[in-house]
């Protein structure tokens, strides 16, 4: 099916021709950006409250856990129903629906309370992988293959453009109206987001491949549905590739959920509004590294993209946690953040378009959702560990294992992951 978008010439594959002549991706990004602002909002001053309430690391892995089974269980069905609904009203309605979630949070005062944040974000995570697997979804269908790495890196300036934002304020917010002012900002931009994605034009309900399965609400071709997607990713050697790096990353993404609260606080003596600081630093790089992705970025193959820059991602986050053991202050720690974030935007940019490269419209959906789902399980992995090991040998060693993975999952994509197109 060939999406209807502005028919690609020399120059509508660069950032600047991308933005000129795609209204739909502009509004697209425009929701992820103000959405995953509030995101950021709201994961500061969650994690940091749930900490400082609790003091307890098995707290903080709880709320994550709260936040990432559900999308184990929901992400083996979310994608086959994104590929037969319109990717674009999913969204919407998805949005909607976070919106009204988060109120139950106005309820929260005390460590008793706690229960209610884990419910919310057991709520908000089944609603969120159907969002995330309709926007992942919907971007190919929004720009040609000339420019999807462009288009892809400026998606991922979104988050790092809404991650030094939503981080910074979330602890301020945190700081100064505590949890009920972090709900009213998240909850303002879910509904700022279903406004702007009911904008776009292009159609984002894909015909089904010829033999497919209608869904019709049974079980057996739900599963039907979710197994045609499975098979398409055991037989492509590049998104087994990618599903192998999203389980090591992502268990080590669990850890990092976990434990970077407890690291700022107790570790580096750092309060609120340091964890915000932080935190957003990352984004600074993150910014610098996608516009570097996106200007230049086609001369590199994804597979030196991909790899090479997850390996010196987890060398940064190595720097990162290990320093405090010589000098413990907060400055470095924003400053290897900022460097991390430079070949995390190359990282980001590059998986997804070998992803994109390595999937149909008609079957995107479910394999972006059994991506998510997988890497959901490995995260909620990472945190039940981190939460236990945090306590007993301490946060600096479990926090390392992030980095170590980051780099092991670097050298698997640069040894297995291939240049030439299958």
């Known amino acids: 099916?060939?999406?209807?978008?502005?028919?690609?010439?020399?120059?509508?594959?660069?950032?600047?021709?991308?933005?000129?002549?795609?209204?739909?991706?502009?509004?697209?990004?425009?929701?992820?950006?103000?959405?995953?602002?509030?995101?950021?909002?709201?994961?500061?001053?969650?994690?940091?409250?749930?900490?400082?309430?609790?003091?307890?690391?098995?707290?903080?892995?709880?709320?994550?856990?709260?936040?990432?089974?559900?999308?184990?269980?929901?992400?083996?069905?979310?994608?086959?129903?994104?590929?037969?609904?319109?990717?674009?009203?999913?969204?919407?309605?998805?949005?909607?629906?976070?919106?009204?979630?988060?109120?139950?949070?106005?309820?929260?005062?005390?460590?008793?309370?706690?229960?209610?944040?884990?419910?919310?974000?057991?709520?908000?995570?089944?609603?969120?992988?159907?969002?995330?697997?309709?926007?992942?979804?919907?971007?190919?269908?929004?720009?040609?293959?000339?420019?999807?790495?462009?288009?892809?890196?400026?998606?991922?300036?979104?988050?790092?453009?809404?991650?030094?934002?939503?981080?910074?304020?979330?602890?301020?917010?945190?700081?100064?109206?505590?949890?009920?002012?972090?709900?009213?900002?998240?909850?303002?931009?879910?509904?700022?987001a279903a406004v702007l994605v009911r904008l776009i034009r292009t159609p984002t309900r894909v015909a089904a491949e010829p033999g497919a399965t209608e869904v019709s609400g049974r079980l057996g071709a739900v599963v039907q549905e979710w197994l045609d997607g499975a098979r398409t990713v055991s037989r492509s050697r590049a998104l087994v590739v990618v599903l192998v790096f999203t389980l090591i990353t992502s268990v080590g993404e669990g850890i990092m959920g976990t434990l970077f609260a407890p690291f700022v606080r107790d570790v580096l003596d750092g309060s609120a509004a340091t964890y915000g600081t932080v935190s957003s630093a990352q984004a600074v790089g993150g910014i610098l590294g996608g516009l570097a992705v996106a200007t230049v970025g086609a001369r590199w193959s994804p597979r030196l993209l991909f790899g090479g820059g997850a390996v010196l991602f987890g060398a940064v986050d190595l720097a990162i946690f290990l320093y405090p053991t010589l000098y413990v202050v907060a400055w470095p720690a924003v400053v290897g953040m900022v460097l991390v974030g430079l070949p995390g935007a190359a990282v980001v940019a590059s998986r997804a378009t070998v992803m994109q490269h390595h999937s149909t419209d008609a079957q995107r959906g479910r394999i972006f959702a059994l991506l998510f789902g997988v890497g959901a399980l490995a995260l909620a992995v990472g945190a039940v560990s981190a939460g236990f090991l945090g306590e007993s040998i301490g946060i600096i060693p479990v926090l390392a294992c992030q980095g170590v993975g980051y780099v092991l999952a670097g050298l698997v994509v640069l040894a297995l992951l291939r240049d030439d197109p299958e």
């Open 1 to 192: 099916m060939t999406s209807p978008v502005a028919a690609p010439g020399p120059r509508t594959h660069t950032v600047r021709g991308l933005l000129r002549t795609h209204r739909d991706l502009r509004l697209l990004l425009a929701a992820g950006l103000v959405s995953m602002t509030g995101d950021w909002v709201l994961s500061v001053g969650l994690v940091y409250t749930v900490y400082a309430v609790t003091g307890s690391t098995l707290a903080s892995a709880g709320a994550l856990i709260a936040a990432f089974v559900p999308q184990v269980v929901t992400g083996l069905v979310a994608g086959v129903y994104v590929d037969r609904w319109s990717r674009a009203q999913t969204m919407v309605v998805g949005n909607l629906l976070l919106a009204v979630a988060l109120l139950p949070l106005l309820l929260v005062t005390d460590a008793a309370d706690v229960w209610i944040v884990y419910a919310v974000l057991a709520a908000t995570a089944v609603v969120e992988v159907f969002v995330a697997t309709a926007d992942s979804a919907m971007l190919p269908l929004l720009v040609e293959e000339p420019g999807r790495l462009a288009a892809n890196a400026l998606n991922g300036q979104v988050g790092q453009v809404a991650r030094l934002v939503g981080a910074a304020l979330g602890g301020v917010v945190a700081a100064v109206w505590g949890l009920g002012g972090v709900v009213a900002v998240d909850g303002a931009t879910f509904l700022v």
